[in-house]
């Protein structure tokens, strides 16, 4: 019975120990360590936070960058494109053009040639002519040196035409 | 985030740590109950032979060890300090003595009772007569009785001689104040440790108390009190500390250790009128509403509402008793198993009742958390319980 009957010394010591510890542990340890604790539980969610909005601004901006670039290498092969169109609209048009020019001067060069021929023709002829006027010349003084001769050919000439 | 994992795993390696610390201190204490036993019991053979107190030794000597009163005496609060020895050959740290007394206060040193606890001796302070029987402080009769002592008996060997209001600093009441200053010491270090690492991360004896305040205020504060949790924080941090520190010093069976500080019914009682107190004055009209209206049909009201009054009582008796009963279990059982040795006046028994007693306290170590841990969880609930704003009803 003893064990169970509470005795009023330590009922009036443990009320007042007790009321102290809470008080003063209120006061000095339970107040500066739980507000230490969620401090730094708030610093650890902000700094949590602030690497999650840094991974974010980081993927926005490789994703950005990946978005340039793609723009840039498409951009470059319209360009590259353009300028393999033009270069070989150029290549084509110069093509043209030479072949143009080409069959101008070889038609030039074979008018040129065939008037060149015809003068070359018309001289050799003249010369042909001059010639033999002058070896028909040159021949039939020869034959008309002596008179019997001349007869002869008088009377070939003669007897080849018919009459 | 959920961190639990680690303070979950940071908590089982604290515990561990302590379980094995105060395992090796309670290895040591086995050590000395059994050398203080044996020298007490060779000490009173030895008084016995010599003084030769015929009557009273012969009795003393024929009659078995009464291991009830042996525990007993070991459970109950005292007035001085004992380490060792019987009797007069006791060795103790005294204690004052404070007494509210009809001519007012009269204070002295326990050693003035020459550790008599018989009512034998009779102490004279500021002119009145005080006898120390069964470490109660009572008046001293004018004649001794038959035996001896300064009290008159009635039928059931209890004194009937009146008695001052006892105020002394008792062996618990000394016990607490130790607990008390070391609490507070440990505390506001580990506070100050704060202060000075503000910002970082917990260091040294901060890294072992913190996850016990995280537990404290993760699994037992914000689970049964909700948001409005940070009011009660001081109070439920306190008590869980108190009850768990006590406990824990309880095991230590040498000073400053060794008293029964949790396991005493007053000290039990302040605690658990605290949690009364707490739950009453922070009641909502929703609590009350629940007490004196409850949700049940009106004409089950005659049985309810008294129902509900005796329960607004009976929480706190039961942390009351709990916390008395299961401490106080754990002396008793651990005081048992050293007894053993006395029932069967043999130190061969030792090597079984030592091992089993080491194997008891290891459980007492967990009963010690776990003490500490409901009656703070159930202060919670309590609490909870009286501030819970419900709208459905």
């Known amino acids: 019975m003893e064990l169970v009957t509470p005795s009023i010394g330590l009922i009036v010591w443990q009320t007042l120990a007790f009321l102290l510890l809470v008080f003063l542990l209120g006061k000095f340890a339970w107040k500066p360590v739980l507000s230490a604790i969620k401090e730094r539980e708030r610093s650890i969610d902000d700094a949590l936070e602030a690497a999650k909005k840094a991974k974010e601004e980081m993927a926005r901006l490789t994703n950005e960058n990946e978005a340039l670039l793609k723009e840039a290498r498409a951009e470059r092969d319209v360009i590259l494109k353009e300028a393999k169109q033009l270069k070989d609209q150029i290549v084509s048009d110069a093509k043209a053009s030479a072949q143009a020019e080409g069959a101008k001067l070889i038609e ?10 015809a003068a070359a023709l018309a001289e050799v002829k003249n010369q042909v002519a001059e010639l033999s006027l002058q070896i028909a010349e040159k021949v039939l003084s020869k034959q008309l040196e002596d008179q019997k001769k001349q007869e002869a050919l008088v009377s070939d000439l003669l007897k080849e035409v018919k009459l | 985030m959920d961190f639990s994992h680690i303070f979950n795993s940071r908590k089982i390696g604290i515990t561990a740590l302590v379980a094995v610390l105060f395992n090796f201190l309670t290895l040591l204490a086995q050590a000395n109950p059994e050398t203080d036993t044996t020298k007490i019991a060779a000490d009173t053979t030895h008084q016995e032979a010599t003084a030769g107190h015929e009557a009273a030794a012969t009795e003393k000597k024929d009659q078995p060890f009464d291991t009830g009163a042996f525990i007993l005496h070991h459970i109950a609060d ?23 007394t009809d001519k007012g206060l009269v204070t002295f040193m326990s050693s003035a009772f020459h550790h008599d606890d018989e009512g034998k001796h009779v102490v004279d302070a ?22 001896g002592a300064y009290v008159e008996v009635n039928e059931k060997h209890e004194a009937k001689n009146a008695k001052p209001l006892d105020f002394s600093i008792t062996k618990n009441v000394f ?46 504060a914000k689970p049964n009190l909700g948001y409005k949790y940070e009011k009660f924080m001081p109070y439920l941090l306190s008590v869980f500390f108190f009850i768990w520190f006590n406990n824990l010093l309880g095991l230590v069976p040498f000073f400053p250790g060794g008293a029964n500080v949790t396991g005493n019914i007053a000290v039990t009682m302040v605690l658990a009128l605290c949690t009364f107190l707490i739950t009453t004055f922070s009641g909502n009209k929703y609590y009350w509403k629940h007490i004196f209206m409850p949700p049940v049909p009106w004409w ?40 053993l040795i006395f029932i069967f006046k043999n130190l061969a028994i030792a090597p079984i009742a030592v091992p089993f007693a080491v194997f008891i306290s290891l459980i007492e170590l967990l009963v010690a958390f776990i003490q500490a841990f409901i009656f703070t969880i159930l202060s919670a609930l309590f609490i909870g319980m009286a501030i819970e704003e419900h709208h459905d009803h």
């Open chain 2, 126 to 147: 500021n002119g009145q007569r005080f006898v120390k029987l069964h470490e109660k402080i009572y008046y001293a009769s004018a004649t001794p009785n038959e035996h």
């Open chain 2, 175 to 220: 016990s607490l104040l130790v607990s008390v200053t070391i609490l507070l010491v440990v505390f506001i270090g580990v506070a100050r440790g704060y202060k000075k690492r503000a910002g970082q991360s917990p260091k040294g004896f901060q890294s072992l108390i913190e996850p016990v305040i995280l537990f404290v205020r993760d699994d037992i």
């Open chain 2, 78 to 100: 005292a007035h001085d300090f004992h380490f060792w020895g019987e009797g007069e050959h006791s060795v103790g740290l005294p204690l004052p003595i404070i007494l509210w």
């Open chain 2, 300 to 339: 089950m009201y005659p049985v309810m509402v008294p129902v509900e009054i005796v329960g607004i009582f009976t929480k706190p008796i039961a942390l009351m008793i709990r916390l008395f009963a299961n401490i106080t279990a754990g002396h008793i059982l651990m005081l048992s198993l050293i007894c």
């Open chain 1, 108 to 117: 030039k060069a074979k008018q040129e040639i065939d008037s060149q021929k």
